[in-house]
């Protein structure tokens, strides 16, 4: 697949907003944001307008949790970690065109026009309900902050808004001997209104539009929203707290004891993003052309935890925002907004054999692993090993494995031994003379492997596509070592041939692998004589809205890199210089060190 072989569409890549309540680690990296990144990566490299936006989620009582124990604000809290994770994004290599916040003025503004638009077409309605406080401090519990028994399976450990056992949405007043997961008391249950969200009405919309992606979305996200369709319930979209958007009705929008609940405003985040990038790229209606045209995509990356919020609440906040729920009603002011092509959910990374916690230090965050570790080698181990489609275990033995065996002794050994020769022994790129079969069928193989990794990172494959991107280099490897140019001195001609023919493969296994290693993939364009920058980074910028406080953002200029989806014929003559190692290999104590320091942690 090259970048003229299609017509250029609009794609709105959306990963998942990290909590700002502390540094994140590699298992939440290996959901929500290494893939969509390559993911993105491929996508611009094949000539579609990529339009990459997500932030940092930063109301609810979490945060007043984590902020209560550290003796601070939430707003306090939530400024030192929404840089903290915009930082380690950055370091990541997360091409985003916004990365944001959901405590801006404009995010607030969306909000309440969706929530409008819902109330407007009868999709919002209040109801007296049950609602759990803490004793001991009279503020409310989050749903996902009271564990107990499932009413339905009997799973010890539900939460109260879902069960991860059986898959059902839960109402906390319904857990078996519910325990708070703060300080283990038990919630006293009081009466209080709030406004639901009527997901009834759109059981049937939904289900349309879930059998619809039949065979397009992974299976698992496919079944377990199909799955969820026949218990829908009316869900809370508000909460008794002091922190969070406002609700923006009559009597309700000055009150400090109602907020609206974090995750309805958390999804909504993925469109006032869009429309905050659209502000500050100088034309503020661009977000309509991934929002409104019905030729754009869109694609969700996460956790699999945070499924049924973007397969069923979204979709239908989108719907009832459209009015195409059984109520009927007109589309917001805004217009109405297309539904997600593809829910990409990964399962969930391990460490050690253990869950990732924070709590128990079970865990190395992004700036630590970084601190230590090439970033493409922490990329690349999740493209061939991450929990695409079944959870998977992280160890130190694995890691140092992948990367001494494939990126050290494969990729980076076939990049070394041909630009070393060539350079050596021509200064410059060869000439090819007369190809023999073996030279053409190496050619061909690298070719080829355009259109069948396209096709996998089209699909978010990652791991097929890093595997059929690495039996390219391994393939190339064979070639050198059955032609040994190293022993033909009596035939400059030749000799030059297949070195040509082993840069050429390097340099289209260049491109194959760059969605996965952009920054080593940009150092491979500069050893063969490329110019400019071929793959864009991301860089972190301080804005302000109006003159308010200012922020990070995580932003690039990712339209002047040279990357592109297609084969490239190397320049005879390009000068070449000697090569720097690509990676560097990893001692075994690098095992030890590291279970050390997890045996030091409390368990």
């Not at 491929?42 to 579609?48: L, S, V």
């Not at 890199?561 to 990676?583: N, S, Y």
Request: charge should be negative; glycine fraction near 8%; aromatic fraction near 10%.
């Amino acid at each position: 697949m090259s970048s003229s072989s299609s017509q250029s569409r609009h794609i709105l890549t959306a990963p998942a907003w990290p909590y700002a309540n502390g540094p994140r680690h590699i298992g939440h990296v290996s959901g929500f944001a290494l893939p969509c990144d390559m993911f993105s990566r491929f996508q611009r490299m094949a000539g579609n307008q990529v339009l990459m936006v997500s932030g940092t989620d930063e109301h609810g009582t979490p945060i007043q949790v984590q902020a209560d124990k550290e003796g601070v604000s939430p707003r306090e809290l939530a400024d030192r970690y929404n840089r903290v994770i915009a930082t380690d994004l950055q370091a990541l290599g997360m091409s985003y065109d916004l990365f944001t916040r959901t405590t801006t003025r404009n995010h607030y503004a969306v909000v309440q026009e969706i929530f409008k638009g819902l109330h407007d077409n009868g999709y919002i309605f209040p109801k007296s309900t049950l609602g759990a406080i803490s004793p001991s401090t009279g503020r409310t519990l989050p749903d996902r902050y009271i564990e107990g028994t499932c009413p339905i399976c009997g799973y010890d450990g539900a939460r109260g808004d879902q069960c991860d056992n059986c898959g059902n949405q839960l109402d906390p007043v319904d857990l078996i001997n519910p325990r708070s997961r703060i300080n283990g008391e038990t919630p006293k249950f009081v009466e209080t209104e709030h406004f639901m969200l009527d997901l009834p009405a759109f059981t049937d919309a939904l289900g349309s539009y879930l059998r619809g992606k039949q065979g397009d979305w992974r299976p698992n996200v496919l079944k377990f929203s199909l799955n969820l369709l026949d218990d829908l319930q009316p869900r809370a979209i508000s909460r008794d707290l002091d922190w969070g958007v406002p609700v923006p009705l009559p009597d309700w929008s000055d009150r400090t004891d109602k907020r609206l609940y974090v995750w309805f405003d958390a999804v909504v985040g993925y469109f006032s993003a869009s429309v905050e990038w659209a502000r500050r790229s100088g034309d503020p209606e661009a977000w309509r052309a991934w929002w409104q045209d019905p030729e754009a995509l869109s694609y969700y990356f996460m956790g699999k935890d945070n499924i049924v919020f973007h397969s069923e609440i979204w979709p239908a906040m989108l719907m009832g925002y459209d009015g195409k729920g059984d109520k009927g009603g007109e589309p917001g002011s805004l217009g109405a907004l297309n539904l997600p092509t593809e829910v990409v959910s990964s399962e969930f990374l391990t460490m050690e054999g253990r869950k990732f916690s924070s709590s128990r230090q079970v865990v190395i965050y992004v700036k630590d692993f970084l601190e230590r570790y090439d970033v493409d080698a922490l990329r690349y181990y999740i493209a061939v090993a991450g929990p695409e489609n079944q959870d998977t275990d992280f160890t130190w033995q694995h890691f140092r494995e992948r990367n001494n065996n494939e990126l050290v002794a494969q990729w980076g050994n076939l990049v070394n031994r041909s630009l070393n020769m060539a350079a050596k022994d021509f200064g410059a790129v060869p000439q090819a003379g007369e190809l023999t079969d073996a030279d053409r069928a190496m050619l061909a193989r690298s070719r080829a492997a355009f259109d069948r990794v396209g096709a996998e990172l089209g699909r978010s494959r990652f791991k097929n596509a890093v595997t059929e991107a690495f039996d390219v280099v391994r393939d190339a490897n064979g070639y050198l070592s059955a032609q040994e140019p190293w022993k033909i001195a009596d035939d400059p001609e030749r000799k030059g041939t297949v070195l040509h023919v082993a840069l050429q493969v390097v340099d289209d296994a260049k491109t194959l692998l760059t969605p996965f290693l952009p920054n080593s993939s940009g150092k491979v364009h500069t050893m063969l004589g490329g110019e400019g920058v071929w793959a864009a980074m991301p860089e972190i910028r301080d804005v302000d809205e109006e003159g308010g406080p200012s922020y990070p953002v995580v932003t690039g200029d990712y339209a002047a890199e040279e990357a592109r989806w297609e084969h490239r014929p190397i320049r005879p003559g390009t000068p070449l210089a000697k090569p720097k190692p690509l990676f560097a290999k990893l001692d075994a104590s690098i095992v030890d060190e590291e279970l050390a320091r997890l045996a030091q942690e409390p368990s």
